[in-house]
């Protein structure tokens, strides 16, 4: 295909454009999103305590809840983790520590587990009893806190 | 199964124990979650429009990005707005609407549509062109809007 000037200088304005606009968004914005995707996690790890632990067992909720969690975990949170996201203020003033971005074989291996555990947690979510998806989600609490030990800093 | 009087009282305190752990979540907690799940809702459509608008098309990330979308908007997300949320604060003031409450129809039409857009912005996520891609990406986004328009306090 033989492009003119012109249309070379169109296609190299909106590969500058696209470029600008993947990095304009705000360090704040990242730790924002950040935040939320955890409360996200939380919300549904909640759903799932209230579904096998209370006094009705809801399948559905559990499958859906998890579903929701092994999504997240699976679709690239490590983005959210930009260089220049190590301190500044989302909703309120991130709680990661230095060392997270410091250490990225061992933040790749907790992340993997949370995703190895979530994934799990969905495959057993539809046919498991009660039991089996209990000792499943201490399992995925403990990736969750695991992380929070190395890399959240105490309130 | 024959029970004895002690074993039924200790399953009915179990039953209001659950009963009250489902409950016990704050207004505050609900209103703080919703308020994530449409942030987290926000930083996915963000990645799509980057996928399908930058210099580079990134199919992966539409199918990551669109996956989170579509599992949220077919989580149960109507459980948090429980009556009790209508007004309060999660990480900032909430701006839903009373009219929300008060339609439930209309609201149910309405997120109905964004879980419909959604789904389909998922199942084409895999092998559409971009300019299919970008027209569902604006048909989804319409059915943000809408809920807006009807039921979002204007900042």
Not at 49 to 64: A, H, K, L, Y
């Amino acid at each position: 295909m033989k492009r003119t000037l012109a249309q070379l200088l169109i296609v190299l304005f909106a590969a500058q454009t696209g470029a600008a606009l993947a990095q304009q968004t705000k360090p704040e914005t990242i730790i924002k999103w950040r935040q939320s995707a955890y409360q996200v996690i939380t919300w549904n790890m909640s759903r799932i305590r209230n579904s096998i632990e209370g006094p009705v067992f809801d399948r559905e909720e559990v499958i859906r809840s998890a579903n929701v969690i092994a999504t997240l975990a699976n679709s690239g949170m490590g983005s959210l983790y930009r260089p220049d996201t190590e301190t500044g203020t989302g909703w309120k003033e991130t709680r990661v520590k230095p060392e997270l971005f410091k250490n990225p074989q061992q933040t790749g291996e907790l992340a993997g587990q949370f995703s190895k555990e979530s994934t799990e947690m969905l495959r057993l979510a539809s046919t498991a009893d009660v039991s089996t998806l209990r000792s499943q989600y201490t399992k995925l609490s403990r990736t969750c806190r695991a992380c929070h030990d190395e890399f959240k800093i105490k309130e």
